[in-house]
């Protein structure tokens, strides 16, 4: 399945870093408290070593990157509001960038891999059920552990999510992807503006080594993930080998099968669902099926945040921010039923 950018996995890994607007003393203690929690955990086939750390307290929030390939560190500054009401688990994917493997493993990688490594992780913290926060690829991880145990889920945070059903196959999705980023590629005179701004040459062929990575990020990147271009440095330079292992975003990108439906397990197992969708998203925008499916099923809550792209975060922070929040205290409410008393979903 080819994606617009480099495949499935280059065009769900892009994200954002650390805004510069953060003060540095508060960017130091968040990143000192990622560094003093860090641990390893070995994987239980014993070809890879996770890499793991906490930020913030509370009740357990784990994390899942986007990617496949990518890595976690993107998503701090969204967690930053944040570090009182959840104890964020923190882990790069297997084959990601802090938890590396050999390049002869990498084509044995696939997304029930990744699913398998995630049971490790829950197991290894003594937790007897998750909270599961996964952005773009994480949002389909962590719907692929729930399907596959469902018993050990409280509940799911999903941002940039997935949609609940390929109704078109996961081909048909990608060929979605691939015309909602072309034209969201297609802001020539904004991307023109942006690019001024930012002091670059007229003729690309005179830049530097420095701004010619600038002008990509301008023109082919920041456009992908984001709405308001002028925060275009906020937007990690995720196609870079330092922060995204192609290979890998490839090999379990490949994994995937023809078409994903996780109907049957949103029915049958009704954990609160809380997805955080931009109206601009290429992954879906305003999320429709999740919309459709929170009507039948009360356990679903859709926030669509307007004038947002994939990283909703650096387009809309204050509504992010909110419905992060909301999102984290809905996924804590276990015992509910709606106003009729009926549990789970209308059949």
């Known amino acids: 399945m080819k994606m617009r950018s480099a495949g499935l996995a280059a065009g769900l890994a892009l994200s954002s870093v650390v805004a510069s607007s953060c003060s540095l003393d508060n960017a130091l203690d968040v990143f000192g408290e990622l560094q003093q929690n860090a641990w390893y955990l070995p994987?239980?086939?014993?070809?890879?070593?996770?890499?793991?750390?906490?930020?913030?307290?509370?009740?357990p929030v784990v994390f899942l990157h986007g990617g496949p390939g990518n890595n976690f560190y993107y998503i701090v500054d969204a967690l930053r509001p944040h570090t009182k009401e959840a104890r964020f688990i923190l882990f790069d994917q297997r084959g990601s960038l802090m938890s590396p493997i050999p390049d002869?493993?990498?084509?044995?990688?696939?997304?029930?891999?990744?699913v398998n490594d995630l049971e490790t992780l829950r197991e290894a913290m003594g937790l007897k059920q998750l909270v599961l926060f996964g952005h773009s690829w994480g949002s389909l991880i962590a719907l692929k552990y729930f399907e596959g145990h469902p018993e050990n889920v409280a509940g799911l945070i999903l941002a940039a999510a997935f949609p609940p059903k390929t109704e078109r196959g996961v081909a048909g999705l990608g060929e979605e992807m691939r015309v909602r980023q072309g034209q969201l590629l297609d802001r020539d005179e904004e991307i023109g503006q942006v690019l001024?701004?930012?002091?670059?040459?007229?003729?690309?062929?005179?830049?530097?080594?420095?701004?010619?990575?600038?002008?990509?990020?301008?023109q082919s990147q920041a456009p992908i993930t984001i709405m308001d271009?002028?925060?275009?440095?906020?937007?990690?330079?995720?196609g870079s080998a330092v922060y995204y292992n192609h290979r890998v975003g490839m090999a379990?990108?490949?994994?995937?099968?023809?078409?994903?439906?996780?109907?049957?397990?949103?029915?049958?197992?009704p954990v609160p669902i809380a997805v955080i969708q931009g109206d601009h998203d290429y992954l879906g925008p305003g999320a429709p099926q999740w919309q459709e499916l929170s009507r039948d099923c009360f356990q679903v809550k859709v926030t669509?945040?307007?004038?947002?792209?994939?990283?909703?975060?650096?387009?809309?922070p204050d509504g992010f921010r909110e419905a992060l929040s909301e999102a984290i205290r809905f996924t804590r409410l276990v015992d509910r039923a709606d106003e009729d008393g009926v549990t789970g979903c209308r059949r």
């Open 304 to 316: 669509v945040l307007t004038r947002s792209n994939h990283n909703a975060w650096i387009d809309a």
């Open 229 to 238: 271009l002028s925060r275009w440095r906020e937007a990690t330079a995720a």
């Open 196 to 218: 001024r701004a930012a002091g670059l040459p007229e003729d690309a062929s005179e830049d530097t080594p420095r701004q010619s990575t600038i002008r990509w990020r301008i």
């Open 43 to 59: 994987t239980k086939d014993g070809q890879a070593r996770l890499y793991v750390t906490e930020l913030g307290e509370g009740p």
């Open 252 to 269: 379990v990108g490949g994994s995937l099968p023809d078409t994903l439906d996780f109907s049957d397990v949103i029915t049958t197992h």
């Open 104 to 114: 002869a493993d990498v084509p044995a990688l696939t997304a029930e891999v990744l």
